[in-house]
């Protein structure tokens, strides 16, 4: 199986708040981050989390990492329709960067 | 500052051929790695290179290669194209190799392989 794990789809409604979780297997990664892909453009970084930390808030933006079981997610708060993208997982450790097939975020008004 | 640039950003080809994708890192930036994303396999390590030298590698046929200039830009080649390398080729920069340097993309190259 891939080693970053990620459900495809989630949908909410504007104003809500999103949580997209990740599952990764490498214990060597030292940082995982966040990526948005919006139709025909490319990967743009959202946020990353060193991992010894357990969370972090970057204005709507929440990451909460569980080292122990591997576990990511990112927080959306007051979600709106330009939200609305491809999100990626990704680790990294002491080689190539490792991605998860991303979930689709639809933001319905 | 500008971001890392890709070029060209569509392009078409029939089978057979081949191709050069080229791209410029963020200013500064000397490690670039290359990445094919489709439908189906989703984002693919392609390879890594810093200082002009290949320092990773992904799980691909030898159709595919690639280079890295003294001025750190990059190009990746791929020969005799089948059908199944349709996809976007993303670009990615990086201050170096480390972990903790972050990976910024590009906007990608879209390729068709008619």
């Known amino acids: 199986g891939e080693d970053v794990e990620q459900s495809l789809f989630l949908s909410v409604r504007e104003g809500d708040s999103s949580v997209i979780n990740c599952t990764y297997t490498?214990?060597?990664?030292?940082?995982l981050y966040w990526y948005k892909q919006e139709p025909g453009a490319g990967l743009q970084l959202l946020t990353y989390?060193?991992?010894?930390?357990d969370m972090k808030q970057d204005q709507r933006l929440t990451v909460l990492l569980n080292k122990k079981d591997k576990h990511l997610s990112l927080r959306i708060a007051d979600t709106q329709t330009g939200d609305s993208a491809i999100y990626f997982c990704?680790?990294?450790?002491?080689?190539?960067?490792?991605f998860g097939a991303g979930t689709r975020l639809t933001v319905k008004p | 500052k500008a971001g890392v640039t890709q070029t060209p950003r569509y392009l078409i080809k029939t089978r057979g051929q081949q191709v050069t994708l080229s791209c410029s890192p963020i200013?500064?930036?000397?490690?670039v790695s290359w990445y094919q994303q489709t439908p189906g396999q989703g984002l693919q390590f392609l390879f890594e290179?810093?200082?002009?030298?290949?320092?990773n590698k992904g799980n691909f046929p030898g159709r595919f290669s690639g280079r890295q200039f003294s001025n750190s830009r990059s190009e990746m080649n791929v020969s005799t194209l089948e059908l199944g390398d349709s996809a976007l080729y993303l670009c990615?920069?990086?201050?170096?190799?480390?972990?903790?340097?972050?990976?910024?993309f590009g906007e990608g190259s879209w390729l068709t392989v008619v």
């Open positions: 490498d214990s060597s990664s030292t940082y």
């Open positions: 290179y810093f200082s002009e030298t290949q320092r």
């Open positions: 990615a920069s990086s201050l170096g190799l480390r972990s903790g340097n972050t990976i910024y």
């Open positions: 989390i060193f991992s010894n930390m």
């Open positions: 200013s500064g930036h000397r490690s």
């Open positions: 990704a680790e990294r450790g002491n080689s190539d960067m490792r």
